[in-house]
């Protein structure tokens, strides 16, 4: 076991390198200016990243539990079935998940001097997660006094973020998918790194309280400017053995319902299926491969992103 840690403070998987990232300690006194420069030089070097990626597509939730990452792996395989040309970032450096799904587990990540190429998942998704550079379990610490944590680990997390983008060489992509971390506040803090995605879809559950959080999510979207939004209702329902018509899984809101009180499109609607969330937690997301309705509810949903604004089909 390797007990090189990250610059956040967790043991990095060996063969791992760590990168210099600028912690709270540096934020503060004659080094401001610094950091500064630094923030600005990630910028330019993440818009560079993006410049031969056809469309970024951010994945969005404003509270946790509706299965964003589950919707974001199995869109990836989807779209790479079409043909399509995919990577996926984590953006959730606490709580990643989304390379598991992806089958990169046990990937190494190649560091050149021009930064670090992607892992390959089985299905083709080129990916980037924290699971491939910390030791499996291992939490994610950050650096900084425990006395003001809430004021300081927000920037942190922020200027990492950024320079853990800003540092992948991605190459021509169709789609870039990056599934954000749950919560309306992180919907706001992501935007201030990517501030033109082409497409948000905001997923979300048949609940009272999730649904609840779409509004809010969207009218957030709308005032930063973000024109394309669309909505994907996850576990919208269960077939019953033998098919048949979906019967509800939760009491709450019907999906269409929740879109059009938020002035939004629905784009999907995702029924439950054991089998696909069996599949996914083992690194091989069915994506639209199959004749089940989840695997057709992917495969429309895929068709609507390249549709989309950035979407190949848009360009034709």
């Known amino acids: 076991m390797s007990d090189t840690t990250t610059d956040a403070g967790a043991p990095m998987q060996e063969g791992a390198k760590a990168r210099e ?13 610094k950091m500064v420069e630094q923030i600005g030089s990630q910028v330019a070097r993440l818009k560079a990243r993006l410049a031969d990626v056809g469309a970024v597509v951010v994945i969005a939730s404003g509270k946790g539990g ?23 970032v984590d953006a959730d450096l606490n709580g990643p998940s989304l390379g598991r799904m992806l089958g990169l587990l046990g990937s190494r990540l190649e560091d050149r001097p021009d930064g670090i190429v992607p892992a390959r998942g089985p299905s083709g998704v080129l990916g980037i997660s ?9 939490p994610l610490k950050w650096k900084g006094p425990d006395s003001d944590k809430f004021v300081w680990q927000g920037v942190t997390e922020a200027v990492t973020l950024r320079e853990f983008m800003s540092d992948v060489v991605w190459g021509e992509l169709d789609y870039l998918l990056i599934d954000i971390p749950p919560g309306t506040d992180k919907i706001g803090r992501f935007l201030d790194l990517v501030s033109e995605p082409d497409q ?4 979300t559950i048949p609940s009272e309280v999730a649904s609840s959080v779409v509004s809010r999510s969207a009218t957030q979207l709308k005032e930063a400017g973000v024109a394309c939004m669309g909505v994907v209702g996850n576990m919208s329902g269960y077939a019953q053995p033998g098919g048949g018509d979906l019967l509800p899984l939760f009491t709450g809101p019907d999906i269409s319902d ?6 939004l499109e629905l784009w999907a609607e995702i029924p439950f299926d054991p089998a696909f969330g069996t599949l ?16 057709r509810a992917f495969a429309a949903l895929a068709e609507r992103v390249e549709q989309g604004p950035g979407g190949r089909e848009s360009q034709r």
Do not use: C, F, H, W
Request: aromatic letters at 2%; glycine letters at 14%; a negative charge.
């Open 130 to 138: 924290t699971e491939l550079l910390i030791e499996e379990g291992a």
């Open 280 to 295: 996914t937690d083992q690194g091989a997301p069915p994506g639209s491969d199959g004749d089940s309705a989840a695997a």
């Open 21 to 33: 990232v600028r912690g709270y300690a540096d934020v503060s006194g004659p080094t401001e200016s």
């Open 66 to 88: 509706v299965g964003k990452s589950a919707v974001t792996a199995n869109l990836a395989v989807a779209l790479v079935a079409r043909g399509a040309r995919v990577g996926a």
């Open 200 to 203: 948000v879809l905001l997923v």
């Open 258 to 263: 929740v879109a059009e009180s938020a002035g």
